[in-house]
């Protein structure tokens, strides 16, 4: 099945600062790459995602980029605040044709220090 | 708020016992996945319904189960209870919208002494 490895599985950074978060993959079938965030005790929630026909993606301070040659993808946050501070989490679907699950990463711990 | 409604929020039992755990998923979505989050493995997917019927199987012990009903809620049961059982257990929904966007509930955290 599907492989996802997640790095780094915690990161601090500075109020202000930028943060990359990137990961891997291993199906080339793989067609889209989500990112979700969750906070303590809820549930993971969407924040943004890409498909395979997407090189980059942007929604304010958040970004996706995306290498299919290499199979990798990262998510770039940039003017970081507080409240960003939570579980980052990447996936990729596997599977087929109408039936595609997700396969999640380990996970990344963000803290932003003010 | 998801719209996705997992019940109960936390659960101690006992090795060895059996419990249920029901997922509601957002009005309109057909498919239902349950995932198990623990410390050190992230989020494994367990199975995947639609529509009333099992369409994938992940990572699911013999001694857990699942189904979905005809008004499309989900059940997970977990039998022979272990320790190692132990984790957040949620509960996606997807569909309704057309996207492959997964909505998750709050999930529900076992704790087996």
């Known amino acids: 099945g599907e492989n996802v490895e997640q790095h780094p599985s915690t990161l601090s950074v500075q109020e202000g600062d930028s943060a990359v978060i990137k990961c891997t993959y291993s199906d080339s079938a793989s067609n889209y790459f989500p990112w979700y965030k969750q906070e303590l005790g809820k549930g993971p929630q969407l924040i943004i995602d890409?498909?395979?026909?997407?090189g980059e993606k942007k929604d304010q301070r958040i970004a996706v980029t995306l290498n299919k040659t290499a199979k990798h993808f990262s998510l770039h946050i940039t003017e970081t605040q507080p409240e960003d501070s939570a579980v980052y989490f990447c996936?990729?679907?596997?599977?087929?044709?109408?039936?595609?699950?997700?396969?999640f990463g380990k996970g990344t711990k963000l803290s932003v220090i003010p | 708020d998801s719209g996705v409604t997992q019940t109960p929020k936390h659960l101690i039992t006992a090795t060895g016992q059996r419990v249920t755990l029901r997922c509601s998923p957002r009005?309109?979505?057909?498919?239902v996945y349950w995932y198990q989050q623990s410390l050190d493995q992230g989020l494994q997917f367990l199975i995947q319904?639609?529509?009333?019927?099992?369409?994938a199987k992940g990572n699911i012990l013999e001694r857990f189960s699942a189904q979905q009903f005809p008004d499309l809620h989900s059940e997970l049961n977990l039998s022979s209870l272990e320790l190692g059982d132990s984790a957040l257990y949620f509960c996606?929904?997807?569909?309704?919208?057309?996207?492959?966007?997964?909505?998750f509930g709050e999930g529900s955290r076992l704790t087996v002494l």
């Open positions: 996606a929904s997807s569909g309704a919208s057309g996207g492959m966007e997964l909505f």
């Open positions: 319904y639609y529509n009333g019927e099992e369409r």
């Open positions: 996936a990729a679907t596997f599977g087929r044709a109408g039936s595609y699950q997700l396969t």
């Open positions: 009005s309109g979505d057909l498919s």
């Open positions: 890409i498909r395979s026909n997407v």
